[in-house]
Every structure is written in C-alpha cells, then in structure tokens.
C-alpha cells in the first residue's frame, strides 16, 4: 500500500490493531476468518474494479480528466452531501482531517463480475443511488492503493463497526460486528460474532460462492441486509486517459439519447477507451450474449 497517500499515512496500523481485536474478542475468529480471506482473495482475483457516476455529469467529467470523489464535487447519496465522509474515513483509515485535502479522500465503487455486461446486469439497482454511467477500472492501477469492505461503509454508521481491508493483503478485517470509535453502530448485534458467523457458513455451504458472489445481496442479504455488495474505496487520482479500462452506460433513453454523450462517445474512442451506451435491458442482454 502507498503510504504517501495521506488517507493511508496512519492505516496499517490501525488494521493490525483491529485484528488483533478480532482475534481476541469474535470466539472462532481463526476458522471463520480463514474461510473469509480465502474467499476474499479469490474475488479479489477475478472480479472487477468498477465506480459509478451519474451520467448527466460526464461532460464534466471529461473536461476535468479525472474522476472526483463526492468531497470534490458535494455530490453524494448522503443527506449531508460529502460532508458525511470525513468522520467515516477518520474511523475507517485513521487519517487526519487536518491534514486531508478534499482530492485525498477515497473515491468509493465496488468490486463486480469481471464481464463489463454482466455486471450492468447484476447492479444495476445501483444506478438509482449512484449513477448509470459504470466505469470499469484497469486493476492492476489499483492493487497497491484500494481497500475492501464488504458493505456499505457509510450506510447507518457501518463505519464504526468494521475496518477496511487492503486488497493486495486481506486479513481479514472488514466484515461489520465489532464496533470501535462511536456509541452509535448498526445493526445492534447480540454479539459481535454474528456476522463473521453468519457469511463464513454461507461460502462453507456455497451459498456464496466466487462464480456468484456479485449476487450477494440477491443471495444472502434479505436475512442479513448488511451485505449488499463488495465496495472498494480507491486511494489517490484517478486518471482518465491512464486508470480507465472502459465505460458502460444502461441509463433511461432520455439520458443516453443526448449530445452530451454522444460527444463522450467521441471522447473515448479517441482515446482508444472501449465504450457502450444502453437504454434497455434487451439491448445489454443482446450485446452479452453476442460476445458468448
């Protein structure tokens, strides 16, 4: 990890300090973690690195030539707008408020099935919140400068019940149940064992599984509602022309019907930057099931 990055000056050891928490205080932590981590590096592996955006904001997007984290641009899913992310990235990485510049906080996304379609296909209730423009991120940028919890981390305080875990090293640490830093965590657990217990028998009983696992919430998060997806916070900038892989758009055809995108269109295949645009679930599936 880039321990020049300011968000990250003080992570590692408040990592090695929450596991040897976990160690101590979650009973079993040794086998339900083993089976955790081992599942963690294999989706790690071989999914995908992807952000979303809203689309309508690509043009500034484009002019800027990086993408912005919602402490730049004051545009966030929370009712306090970026601001929420200060408190919540002291407790999850340690970083010094102070000290942190609104570009040094993490840009947030999440960890999805490699194919570029499917993963339109599988998240894409996630466009309400986030945007129906998907970026997929060149992995290999990212390795050494992104962190993984599984979950929302903002979500009803889940920040002060979990640390992140890097994910070129898991643990592993991220999984929610044992609260540090606030009084106020959700869910109220009867112990902190309940979530580490409850995801480790789901892969063991596969459940879960490294073919399935951008399904989760489909598959396991209607009992436990904590685990919707896998997010990634990515540490650093993140340049267009040098970090992006592709772009995917599955937006409402008002949207995708625009100049505005036909001109990043134009944008990206003069960058040699592969790109989509869909209005319709047929059409994704269509193009999916084409490259098969």
Known sequence: MNTELTSLENFD????????????EIPNF?????????FLDRIIKDGGFYLRMRTETLPKVISSG????NMETGISTSGEGGKARVPSCAAMFGCDPEKMQPADYPKFGYLSADNHLQNLLVSEEMSTLYGG????LKKENFMHRTTITIGDSLQLGRCYGLIPDRVDNVLPTCVYGLKHGSDFAY??????????????TKIVSKTLTPENFFDMDALIGDPMPIFEFFELQYHGIID?????ERVDIFDYSEVVNTPEVAAAAG???SQGIPFSAHSTIDSVYHELHKKQ
């Open 240 to 244: 267009i022309t040098k970090d992006v």
């Open 133 to 136: 423009t998907v970026v997929k």
């Open 66 to 69: 990086r993408i912005k984290g």
């Open 30 to 38: 040794s086998l339900m973690g083993g089976v955790i981590k081992s």
């Open 187 to 200: 869910p109220k657990l009867p112990n902190a064992a309940v979530c580490w217990y409850y995801l480790a």
């Open 13 to 24: 050891e408040l990592r090695m300090n929450y596991y040897s928490r976990l160690q101590k």
């Open 267 to 269: 944008y990206f295949k």
